[in-house]
């Protein structure tokens, strides 16, 4: 097995297992089992290409402290930025809000919120995505064309839980299909600049370290903005 050969199983996975996964299983069972199911059969690739190829031609060499900590910070002072912009401004708090994060218990809340996003959802896709399949499209592609086409794999990545978000907003069929298409482009813009990192600074840890400060910072507004208290506690005239 080569890094070329491990391209294909690759791009399948980003391309279309999240994505039936998340419109095969009944709404009632995809917050706990879709991210199970994707995540778990990521490891499983992730396992194999390090015993395999070496953890460090995939990216998991050791972190540098320095690069994780100041871009970590850097990244939760920019995202508490936008989030507090957006709760102020009415038109935007709605775009926010995620109706499925105001209806968790406050425990429920934190472990999503600590474990799983971190956990479960960042350091498996940075090193699926920033990792092994970086690894394997390196080898084959020039450097541009392997940091744009990994980036495109991750947008079409979030096929799938954009279709949810917008499922659990009760958009309308066009406004679902706007948001999804907004999700998957904003998402391979960030793709690429975790990419980018990636090449930078010669490991996944640092992608993880901006990633994880985006989805946690932004699951806690989504909570907030979907409060029935948030909404009278920041409303402008």
Not at 10 to 36: D, E, K, S
Not at 153 to 159: A, S, V, Y
């Amino acid at each position: 097995m080569s890094l070329i050969t491990t391209a294909i199983p690759l791009i399948a996975y980003a391309v279309g297992f999240q994505t039936l996964v998340y419109l095969l299983l009944p709404i009632r069972f995809r917050p706990t089992w879709a991210p199970l199911a994707t995540s778990s059969v990521g490891t499983a690739l992730v396992v194999v290409a390090a015993l395999w190829f070496g953890p460090t031609t995939i990216g998991l060499a050791g972190p540098d402290g320095g690069l994780l900590a100041s871009w970590g910070s850097a990244t939760l002072v920019a995202m508490c930025t936008v989030g507090v912009v957006m709760m102020r401004r009415p038109q935007l708090r709605g775009h926010l809000a995620d109706p499925r994060m105001g209806t968790m218990s406050s425990r429920t809340a934190a472990a999503h919120i600590l474990v799983r996003i971190p956990l479960i959802t960042v350091v498996i896709e940075e090193a699926v995505f920033r990792g092994v399949l970086h690894a394997a499209l390196i080898a084959l592609y020039p450097e541009p064309l392997a940091l744009w086409g990994g980036a495109v794999l991750f947008g079409l990545w979030h096929i799938g839980p954009g279709l949810d978000q917008a499922n659990a907003n009760d958009r309308r069929s066009m406004a679902r299909l706007l948001h999804v298409a907004i999700t998957v482009v904003a998402t391979t813009a960030a793709g690429a600049f975790l990419v980018w990192l990636r090449i930078e600074t010669g490991s996944i840890w640092v992608p993880v370290a901006v990633h994880a400060g985006v989805n946690m910072t932004l699951a806690v507004f989504a909570r907030w903005a979907a409060l029935p208290a948030a909404k009278p506690a920041l409303a402008v005239d």
